[in-house]
Every structure is written in C-alpha cells, then in structure tokens.
C-alpha cells in the first residue's frame, strides 16, 4: 500500500503557520513580483477568486473581502517543507519526495491503515500546524485519486483509504479523467474524443490499446487504476538534463550594467544547482527581452559553446556576460534574461583534455569552498562580486513576510 501526502494550499498554510490570526481566513500567495495568483487558502477558493490570475485585475476583490496578500517567500516555504518531510521520515523507511509538498510512502507492513492515516495528519498539525489530506491506495496512481478524494469530501476527513476495488470504482465514476496523475488537458482532450470522460471509462478500457494510441505511460495508469503497482517509489530524484535560471526584474534597467550583473547571478544560481547533481556543463542558453505589452517590443537570445566541460561559476558567469553585451542593445526596458545550462554531462564520465589548461582539483576545491560557506551561512553569504553588491533590480516583493525559520533577524518575537 501506498499514502500520499500533500500539504493543503501549501504556501497559504505556511504563511499561515506565524500567523494565526489568519486561520480560517482567505489568504493568498502572488509568484515573482507580485505578478500572479500562486496559492489561495480554502477561504479564497470559496470566494471565487482564480487561480494563476493576475493580481491587478483581481486586487479590487481582494480589497473588498479583506484577503490578506502575500509575496512568495520561497526561503520559508522550503524550510517548512524540509520540516513535513523529516517528519513523515518517522512513519515510513521507504519514501519518495515527489514534490515540495508531496510525499510517497510505502505502507505495505502497516496495520490500521485509516487510523494510521489520521495520526500522520494530527501530527503533522500538532508539531508543524500544517494540514494536510493523506490519500492511501494500492498504487500510486489511486493514491493520487485517493488524496483527491480526502481534499474535496468532507466526510473522509482529510485521510481517504481506497483498499478495495468497489471503493475505488465508485470515486472513479465520479471523477473527471483529467484528475487522474499523469492525465493532462490535452489527453483528456484526445480520449474525450474516444468517449473516455471519467476515471471509471478510462480503468475499463483496455491496456493495449491505450498504448498503441497513446503511450505506455498511459497503459501503465490503466493498469494501476486497477489496483496494480506498476510504478515503485524512487528513492533518488532523476538528475536534470538542463537547468535553468531567470527572473523578471522589479525596476526595469535600460542600462547594461544591471543586467550584467543579473545574469551573472543566474549563472552562479543554475551552476550551484549543477554542481549539486555532479554534472558538468559545455553549452549555455542566454537570454533578454522586453514587456510583450510594449509597443516596442525586443526579444533575443544565444547560444554559446563554453571552451570545455566545466562547473565552475566564474567560467559561466563570464561567457554569459559575453553574451549579453551582444544581445543587449539601448533604449528599451529590460522585463526579463535568464542563463539555461542545455548541454549537460555527469561529472564522472568526463575526460580532461592534455592540451587544456584547465585545473580541475583547484576548481573543485573553490566551487566546493563557495557551496559550504553557502550551505552554512545562507545563500549568496559568499558571491562573485559580478553579480553586485547594491542590486538596483531585485524583484518586486511589496507584501513578503518575514523568513522566520532562515534569517536570525526575522525570528518571531514574544513581548510580555
């Protein structure tokens, strides 16, 4: 048997978490510059207010029914998911951390499933004061459709145990097959069209064909609406065949300076995240362009080959400001650039060149050097100095709480 458990409105509920005066409350939550809509707590959903939808056009509403708005503040919320996860570390020795607040665990020795189920909640509530909805099932796929079921019915309580095939046929006729993990709009669309519409058309459909039409993804949710596992927890999360960084700036530049400097901290962002999966890197993706809404609108981009395989920050920070003085060109406003790392390779398998001069155990001792101070102090403790000291251009965060958990200055305080 398998649970899933997922935070409910994560980012809402962990603004929430220092805030107790807002439970109960509508909350919601706007992505990078306070652009758009990202999270709404239960409240915010009863109201009407949509999701993913731009903040300009709905702050009237929000206004009106007194909704309190946050910045993201990604800093807290992936401490606080960190906290969820060591603490469902507790209920099971085999886990897979799907996503910032999801989680696969195995139960297969577990007696007690439902009653076990409500203790993970209550305890998650009574140690972090995060709620969440525990779906448990005999694969992945119905734990997915199990989870669902614990959001959206009242009567599970939160915790939904789908340990017989009569249990989940009935939810299955009555869901829509685009709430099946794995079916997205654009299939639903296709197998609307075959007159698969639920969950249940779907599970009785035959394997087979659903491969030959589609893929063996799909023949494989078939089958585990069925109650067969064909997919086991990973243990390791699959390494990323390209990464990338970029933002849209607060205060939009005009000038080449602070997009040198962003670009530069792009590159040193994504190097990191390279570095961490043992990876080295021979070909970035660079960026630049203006606001689509402006009459004058300016887009390009560029490829560049780096002299060798590397993971060194200064290597690819450099050739990525090489390539943005040639994209850059005067008079307009900068909305966004970024750097993607698109040509990667693991570590491990990499030859040195004899006619390199590239010295790699130096390298490796800085880069590793630059991660720990990092890692310890907090990220961007230690930088290129590229990136800049005084950013003119950071990104646009009106309503950001404090990082209670992450930053010594903002720990919450008791007055008496």
């Not at 139960?107 to 499933?113: A, D, E, G, R, V």
């Not at 002299?307 to 060109?329: C, E, F, G, H, M």
Request: hydrophobic share 35%.
């Amino acid at each position: 048997m398998f649970a899933l458990v997922d935070c409910n409105s994560c980012y809402a509920s962990c603004e929430q978490i220092f805030r107790p005066d807002l439970r109960n409350k509508p909350v919601v939550v706007l992505s990078n510059n306070d652009g758009c809509i990202i999270a709404r707590s239960r409240e915010a959903k009863a109201l009407g207010i949509p999701h993913l939808h731009p903040y300009f056009k709905v702050k009237h509403l929000l206004q009106r029914h007194r909704v309190a708005v946050f910045s993201s503040n990604f800093r807290l919320y992936g401490d606080i998911s960190h906290r969820v996860m060591d603490t469902l570390r507790h209920f099971s020795p085999n886990i897979e951390i799907y996503s910032i607040d999801e989680m696969f665990l195995d139960l297969k020795s577990i007696q007690h499933l439902q009653h076990y189920g409500q203790t993970i909640k209550k305890t998650l509530w009574q140690q972090i004061r995060m709620p969440v909805s525990v779906g448990i099932a005999p694969s992945k796929t119905l734990a997915k459709l199990a989870n669902y079921a614990a959001k959206n019915i009242p009567k599970c309580q939160g915790v939904c145990l789908l340990d017989k095939p009569e249990k989940w046929q009935w939810l299955m006729r009555r869901v829509p097959v685009t709430k099946i993990w794995g079916v997205g709009s654009r299939i639903g669309k296709r197998l609307k069209e075959q007159s698969i519409c639920t969950a249940w058309d779907l599970a009785s459909s035959s394997p087979k064909m659903m491969r030959q039409h589609f893929s063996v993804c799909l023949e494989r949710t078939v089958e585990e609406l069925n109650g067969t596992a064909c997919l086991d927890l990973e243990d390791n999360p699959l390494d990323k065949k390209q990464i990338y960084c970029s933002r849209s700036f607060g205060n939009k530049p005009s000038e080449l300076p602070p997009l040198l400097q962003a670009v530069s901290l792009y590159a040193c962002r994504a190097t990191e995240k390279l570095r961490a999966q043992q990876h080295l890197v021979s070909t970035i993706h660079v960026f630049i362009h203006t606001s689509p809404h402006q009459p004058s609108y300016y887009s390009n981009s560029t490829v560049v080959k780096l002299p060798y395989p590397t993971d060194d920050s200064r290597v690819i920070a450099a050739n990525a400001k090489q390539a943005i003085r040639k994209l850059y060109r005067p008079g307009y406003k900068y909305l966004k650039s970024g750097v993607g790392l698109i040509e990667i390779t693991p570590k491990q398998y990499y030859q040195q060149d004899i006619f390199q001069p590239y010295q790699r155990k130096e390298t490796d001792a800085l880069m590793a050097t630059l991660d720990k101070i990092n890692q310890r102090y907090g990220s961007g403790s230690a930088f290129l100095a590229g990136e800049g000291i005084r950013q003119r251009w950071p990104m646009r965060q009106q309503h950001r709480s404090p990082c209670y958990t992450t930053d010594w200055y903002d720990l919450p305080m008791v007055k008496t």
